[in-house]
C-alpha cells in the first residue's frame, strides 16, 4: 500500500490527532461519509426538473400566439 509500512501509519494518525484534536475526528468522519454518500446518490438518480421544452408544447405555443 504505497509503501507505508504499520510505523508510518500510526505517525500520521498521531499527527491527524494533534492536528484536529479526538473529538473533531468524528465530526470530519461523518461530514465526509455524509459527502460521499451525497455524491453517489447524485449521480444515480435522473435530475429532478427536466426543463427541455418538447415539440408538442413548442408548436402549441406557435399556435397560441399565432391567434
Known amino acids: 500500500m504505497f509503501g507505508l509500512g504499520t510505523q508510518e501509519l500510526l505517525i500520521i494518525l498521531v499527527i491527524i490527532v ?3 484534536g479526538a473529538t473533531r475526528l468524528p465530526q470530519i ?3 465526509i461519509g ?3 454518500r451525497n455524491f453517489k446518490k447524485s449521480v ?4 429532478e ?3 427541455t421544452p418538447t415539440k ?4 402549441k405555443k ?3 400566439e399565432g391567434e
Open 56 to 59: 408538442e408544447k413548442e408548436s
Open 34 to 36: 455524509q459527502a460521499i
Open 44 to 47: 444515480k438518480e435522473q435530475e
Open 18 to 20: 494533534v492536528l484536529f
Open 62 to 64: 406557435d399556435k397560441e
Open 29 to 31: 468522519g461523518s461530514g
Open 49 to 51: 426538473i427536466d426543463v
